[in-house]
């Protein structure tokens, strides 16, 4: 049975033949291989996962050994347990959807096959990140997916701003990947495997005392807000909606971005083992939602809106695992996919139906003319928004309970958590009134070109937002209870739980009406609000200044360094210096040896008779 | 003292007739016109025909003369008359650079070569016979077990002339 | 001191003599006459070594001596007569084209 090694190279197989043979294709036949292959993931998917549910026990395959020093091996294994099972299905099912959406949204585009071939490896290398055993093979596709987030980022590259976005995402990544070996190389120096399994059952045994767990933890935490766009390393995920709408669906709201809160869910032992790096991940997660949920009210454009509500979201799965509610955590992941790529599919629609515009404050009032993106928009607003009973209503109460109630949680994290849920709704809120609500901005070219999304793509919109309003009956903190057990809820606290659901829910309804007052009608309450606050108005709106602040306190340094001490001290200097300075040296003596050929013979003769005196010596003595 | 010079003529005609060649030599390096120099390799050349002859090889003598000294220096004379410039090397005999490591160098190889031969014992260098070559043994050796180096010879010469074909060959091209 | 190493060091003198002229003296004749007194002390030196082993070897190679001698004089003149006519002067500075 080689089912997972098939689920992981299905998307691979698809890369290869649009990448090589897109061309010859052409639009339709791209089409077709782009989502018949992950479609068929998708079943295989089913298929494994039935196998898991029948057996009770986690799907194994074996599919290659890379490497074997003596005892120690390092494998290319796939492994579908509990946790692996519920990504993958939301991997390749939402990853499917998203396919057969791109199809309409990319239509017409110049490289419409390297476009699916591209995300065909996204695909490959995020199966490989969520069935593999061990932390190497999750590494390998960790990398992968940031390298198809790259290329998938700037895939108009001809356009430097969009390129540039691109190489910012790399590098941050890169940087927490950096962390993220460091916590392999202590693991497997200490431990002498990289085997999830393995890891998992030695540290709850307490046999790993040799272990620095507090070490891993954080750097695997370091990697993690790399990817999943936390503090320190958030700044790439604004700037990465320059790339094709389905994209920042995809990958940046659904699946990547999601590959950090796998992993510390991966390890539940480790994190249990190092309480104080827990807190850690609680606090930067909890700072990280309000912060990207502060900075989303004032966003104009309605992706870079959205982009901020995933970090904010991803801040909340963060406060979960912290707490040690890891199942949580993974069911938000869930649910999350489902109605974030509702909102940026829905977003996308928008976008093509304006011919490209991308400003709210041009648009309005087109609830009655586009009105399946605006049914399934609203949905997935207020699912995101955590009203009853939509998926979002259940993931995000849990979470909030949890803050407060487990033993590793407090109740400045469930304000700090409940204040960005008052935000989010806010400003998902905020956008829907802008976009859909009031009085019509448009240009009058957008108002010319109105029209409705193709069937391809609003049918896939239905989808999502189906799942958005139904996928939080899916018992999925349940199932995962067996693996990954949820934290004890201490006696005293027990009876808090419906009155804190209620507050959340009036969170939610105050979000929505303090948006409704100030941005229904005609606006002009919202731009009094920020008339009144200037000061702070300017500083929400610059991000707090956190892009330029790198900027001068990494990027002019280390220009600085580059530039000065390697470029011209270093390069010119030492190495060309001391090269030239070689090239001279033989050049000069060289110049003053050949004065012996002087061209006169009677030297030549000389040199002759001393050489037969020396030689005369020499047999004198020896001889 | 004529009685002791007659008794042992052979070693004082020997002693005048050295005397005579290393005077020359040296002269050859002191004297400034080229002719002058022609006429002290000519009495060295003749005084070492006379010591040949003391030695015993009266042919080889003979043909010292008639070849070194009769064909050789006769034509260096012809040649000296004909390019007696006034030239540079008139003036500036010597190479000054070269004087004193030179003279110094050959000072050190006469040392080295004449040690080498006081060093050795006389008696086992064995002593110099008197015994005459006569030119029919001469001849004889010659032809016989030398031949090839005669044969040899006679291509050298051809060569020569071969040689000097082109050498008046080339120069009337390039003066015409 | 015998005959023998008398004669020998009369042609290692000889000889030593001439190479010194060939290094110290400017005149292009004057060398070549100078590499004649080189080989006229090579010769002395084979004859006393003929005749201290009684072998006829030595006198055939001092004859053989004359022969390329003689031929070698005679192209070599008018070498350097040929070389003279392109410099104007006998002098050995001005025949320094193998410089550097």
Same mark, same amino acid.
Not at chain 1, 430 to 441: E, H, K, M, P, T
Not at chain 1, 447 to 467: D, F, N, R, Y
Not at chain 2, 110 to 125: D, E, F, I, K, N
Not at chain 2, 169 to 175: D, L
């Given at each position: ?24 294709? =052409? ?10 292959l992950?479609?068929?993931? !998708?079943?295989?998917t089913?298929?494994? !996962?039935?196998?898991?549910?029948a ?8 599919a ?24 993958t ?27 699916f ?8 290398f995020?199966?490989?990140? #969520?069935?593999?055993?061990?932390? $190497? ?7 992968? #997916? ?44 200490? $431990? ?6 393995? &890891? ?52 940046h ?9 796998y ?26 939602? $309000? ?25 909340l ?5 912290? #707490? ?9 992941? #869930?649910t999350h996919? !489902? ?5 940026f ?31 399934t ?10 009203l009853?009973?939509?998926? =979002? ?5 849990? &979470? ?70 139904? =996928? ?13 057990p ?15 659901? =209620? ?14 007052? $100030? ?5 002009r ?20 200044? &956190? ?18 001490? !390697? ?7 030492? &190495? ?17 040896l ?23 010596l ?6 | ?46 005084f ?45 005999r ?30 086992a ?13 001469f ?33 009337g091209?390039?003066?015409? | ?34 590499m ?10 084979l ?11 030595g ?35 001005a ?6």
């Amino acid at each position: 049975m080689h089912t997972l090694a098939l689920i992981v190279l299905a998307p691979l197989a698809g890369f290869l033949i649009n990448g090589l043979l897109g061309r010859r294709l =052409g639009e339709r036949g791209v089409a077709i291989v782009g989502c018949a292959l992950p479609l068929a993931a !998708f079943v295989l998917t089913l298929q494994a !996962f039935a196998s898991l549910l029948a057996s009770g026990a986690p799907v194994q395959e074996v599919a290659y050994t890379w490497a074997q020093f003596g005892a120690r091996k390092l494998e290319i294994a796939f492994y579908l347990d509990r946790l692996s099972g519920v990504m993958t299905l939301v991997v390749t099912g939402v990853g499917t959807a998203i396919h057969v959406y791109s199809v309409g949204y990319m239509k017409g585009d110049e490289s419409y096959a390297r476009y699916f071939a591209y995300l065909n490896l996204f695909l490959f290398f995020m199966l490989l990140l #969520v069935l593999g055993r061990s932390l $190497l093979v999750l590494f390998v596709g960790w990398e992968g #997916v940031g390298l198809a987030s790259y290329l998938l980022i700037g895939f108009w590259f001809s356009d430097p701003e969009k390129a540039a976005a691109g190489k910012k995402a790399f590098i941050a990544n890169r940087i927490g990947d950096a962390a993220f070996l460091i916590g392999m190389f202590a693991l497997w120096a200490t $431990l002498g495997t990289l085997d999830l399994p393995t &890891i998992n059952e030695t540290l709850a045994r307490g046999v790993g005392a040799a272990v620095p767990v507090g070490l891993v933890a954080l750097m695997l935490l370091i990697g993690a807000t790399g990817k999943s766009a936390q503090i320190p390393l958030y700044v790439w995920l604004p700037d990465a909606m320059a790339g094709p709408t389905p994209v920042s669906a995809l990958i940046h709201a659904a699946t990547m971005v999601t590959a950090g809160v796998y992993l510390i869910a991966r390890l539940p032992a480790l994190y249990l083992a190092a309480p104080d790096v827990a807190l850690l991940v609680s606090a930067v997660g909890a700072a990280t939602a $309000l912060l990207a949920a502060t900075i989303a009210v004032v966003q104009t454009d309605i992706k870079k809106v959205l982009a901020y509500s995933t970090i904010s979201q991803l801040g909340l799965m963060f406060v979960a695992l912290g #707490v040690g509610a890891y199942a949580v955590a993974v069911f938000h992941v #869930v649910t999350h996919a !489902f109605f974030k790529a509702c909102l940026f599919l829905g977003a996308g629609s928008v976008i093509h139906a304006l011919s490209g515009e991308q400003d709210i404050r041009r648009m309005g009032g087109l609830a009655r003319r586009i009105p399946i993106t605006f049914a399934t928009f609203a949905i997935a607003t207020a699912a995101i928004a955590g009203l009853p009973p939509l998926a =979002g209503f259940f993931s995000k109460d849990e &979470i909030l309970w949890f803050a407060a109630a487990s033993p590793h949680g407090s109740w400045l994290l469930w304000a700090v958590a409940s204040l960005a849920s008052l935000l989010t709704a806010f400003y998902m809120f905020r956008l829907l009134w802008l976009v859909f609500f009031g009085s019509s901005r448009l240009t009058h070219e957008a108002e010319h070109h109105l029209h409705e999304s193709p069937w391809i793509m609003t049918g896939v919109l239905v989808l999502l937002a189906a799942l958005s309003a139904v =996928g939080g009956f899916f018992p999925i903190p349940h199932f995962l209870e067996a693996q990954l057990p949820l934290p004890e809820v201490p006696q005293r606290l027990a009876h808090l739980q419906w009155p804190l659901i =209620g507050v959340a829910v009036a969170l939610a309804l105050a979000g929505l009406a303090a948006a409704a007052w $100030l941005y229904g009608g005609d606006g002009r309450r919202a731009q009094g609000m920020a008339a009144h606050f200037p000061a702070a108005h300017r500083l929400v709106s610059a991000k707090f200044y &956190i892009d330029e602040i790198y900027q001068a306190l990494l990027m002019k340094p280390l220009l600085w360094i580059s530039d000065w001490v !390697f470029l011209r001290l270093g390069d010119r200097l030492l &190495i060309d210096g001391s090269l030239d300075g070689l090239a001279g040296l033989a050049r000069r003596s060289a110049g003053r040896l050949s004065r012996v050929q002087s061209g006169n013979l009677q030297w030549y003769v000389l040199f002759a008779l001393a050489g037969i005196v020396g030689a005369l010596l020499w047999i004198w003595r020896h001889v | 003292m004529m009685d002791a010079l007659l008794l042992h003529l052979d070693d004082a005609l020997l002693a005048f007739f050295g005397l005579g060649a290393l005077t020359g030599g040296v002269l050859m390096l002191v004297l400034r016109e080229p002719m002058r120099v022609a006429m002290a390799l000519v009495s060295t050349m003749v005084f070492l025909g006379g010591i040949y002859g003391l030695v015993g090889v009266h042919f080889i003598a003979a043909f010292q003369v008639l070849i070194y000294v009769g064909a050789v220096m006769v034509f260096m004379v012809y040649v000296i008359m004909l390019l007696d410039k006034r030239d540079s090397s008139m003036r500036r005999r010597y190479t000054r650079a070269t004087v004193a490591l030179g003279a110094v160098a050959a000072a050190g190889v006469l040392l080295l070569g004449l040690t080498a031969v006081v060093a050795r014992a006389p008696a086992a260098m064995g002593k110099l016979r008197s015994t005459s070559f006569s030119l029919q043994d001469f001849a004889t050796a010659f032809l016989r077990e030398y031949w090839l180096q005669f044969e040899l010879t006679s291509v050298l010469l051809l060569a020569a002339v071969v040689a000097a074909i082109a050498l008046m060959k080339g120069s009337g091209e390039s003066r015409g | 001191m015998d005959r023998l190493s008398l004669l020998l060091m009369l042609a290692m003198a000889l000889f030593v003599l001439g190479l010194l002229g060939v290094i110290v003296r400017r005149n292009l004749l004057v060398m070549l006459m100078c590499m004649e007194l080189m080989m006229n002390g090579v010769n002395l030196s084979l004859v006393t070594f003929a005749q201290q082993h009684a072998e006829p070897a030595g006198a055939v190679l001092v004859f053989l001596i004359f022969v390329v001698a003689a031929a070698e004089i005679a192209l070599a003149i008018p070498i350097v007569l040929l070389l003279s006519r392109r410099r104007h002067t006998l002098d050995v500075g001005a025949y320094s084209e193998l410089k550097g």
